[in-house]
């Protein structure tokens, strides 16, 4: 069985820079036209200046003839201003990132005081650009399991209600309640999905012992909340995007008495969707997800050229690159069930 589909894009990757950005890029460019590139960079990509020479790096470690662009996202602070966001939208930025200080990987110059932002979101919506967001309570006394479901209560709800015309991505949805959130609001409100969240649950954090390659953040839920995505990717909900979320870590990092959060699923990223579609039995659905919602959603054109995927299992590397700095891969050493033949267009 073979699947043409028009060419998808990422709306959520982290490509990261040097050797790590030259390894992940290719994966990534082989599958996506566009990709919206996360600032959480150390330092992190705060101001326009650090967003223009971050892109430059990625189009110049672009394998030649390569046909794909970043989207370029800037990283709020405390002291981000209304100008900078201006000076951003100016480079040429796509949007902004919210991360709650602390909440994730890199994340601790992130934002301490959500309310204290409010100019800098009107700037953004005045703008165009469009609100990213981390959404996970920091709060040491919230459970790990619920953050997300408390930060769309306590801050998510408010906050699209205080900004009427801005933009705002629920990124890496994994709950029902951020679900039905996105579901219940208006227009300009969306999810991005990834696919280990379609297709893991929590268990896959303890098969037969710790696994700290299916540790992320927001951590995986229960069954229950990983059959709310699926439902509405199912569904083809219009507001549910493809946003990977790929995020690549050396193995040292990882393999650790405090491993760090991050899947890397870039190499495989569409061929795990495509697993996820085939079990909900939704595999009709997959190109408007991959490749309609998205620019859709944002107001950008729709992508042209092809990519194929081929019913046809294949063995996923043990790891890309050697000794501590190599990245393990979702499904290292096993199988995904589908594999990219190529494309058109690209
Ligand atoms: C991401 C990373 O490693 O940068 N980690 C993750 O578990 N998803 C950060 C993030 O997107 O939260
Ligand atoms: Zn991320």
């Known amino acids: 069985m073979q699947l043409t589909l028009t060419r998808p894009d990422d709306w959520h990757v982290h490509l990261r820079d ?92 992130g934002v301490t005081d959500l309310r204290r932002l409010d100019p800098v979101l009107e700037a953004l919506a005045e703008h165009g650009l469009a609100l990213l967001v981390h959404g996970e309570v920091t709060d040491p006394d919230v459970d790990v399991f619920d953050r997300e479901a408390v930060f769309v ?35 300009r409100v969306a999810a991005t999905v990834t696919a280990h969240h379609l297709l893991m649950n929590r268990n896959a954090l303890f098969a037969g012992g710790l696994r700290p390659h299916h540790y992320c953040l927001p951590v995986l839920k229960r069954e229950r909340h990983r059959r709310a995505l699926l439902e509405a990717v199912a569904e ?15 193995a040292r990092a990882k393999e650790s ?34 490749a309609f919602h998205g620019p859709d959603f944002h107001g950008l054109p729709r ?17 890309y690159g050697e000794g501590p700095e190599r990245v393990v891969p979702l499904r290292a050493g096993a199988t995904v069930r589908w594999r990219l033949a190529g494309g058109s267009g690209m």
Do not use: Q
Not at 236 to 250: I, K, Y
Not at 265 to 281: I, K
Not at 305 to 317: D, I, K, M, N
């Open 236 to 250: 083809g909900h219009p507001r549910f995007l493809l946003g990977t979320d790929s995020a690549p870590h050396p």
């Open 18 to 109: 040097g050797d790590v950005l030259a390894r992940a890029l290719p994966h990534t460019a082989a599958r996506f036209r566009r990709a919206v590139v996360m600032p959480n960079l150390r330092p992190p990509v705060a101001t326009a200046e650090a967003l223009r020479a971050y892109r430059a790096r990625i189009l110049a470690a672009l394998p030649p003839g390569a046909d794909f662009e970043p989207l370029m996202t800037l990283y709020l602070t405390d002291r981000t201003t209304p100008d900078e966001v201006a000076a951003a939208a100016a480079a040429g930025a796509f949007a902004a990132k919210l991360y709650p200080a602390g909440a994730t990987t890199h994340s601790d110059a």
């Open 153 to 187: 209560e306590r801050e998510l709800a408010p906050l699209v209600e205080r900004h009427p015309r801005l933009r705002v991505v629920l990124e890496h949805v994994t709950t029902a309640e951020g679900v039905a959130f996105v579901r219940e609001a208006p227009p």
């Open 303 to 319: 992508n042209t050229g092809t990519v194929t995927l081929v019913r046809e299992p294949w063995t996923v590397p043990e790891a």
């Open 257 to 290: 008495a405090c491993g760090c959060a991050g899947i890397y699923t870039a190499h495989a990223a569409l061929e795990l969707y495509a697993e996820a579609f085939e079990e909900a039995g939704a595999l009709d659905r997959l190109e408007a997800f991959a």
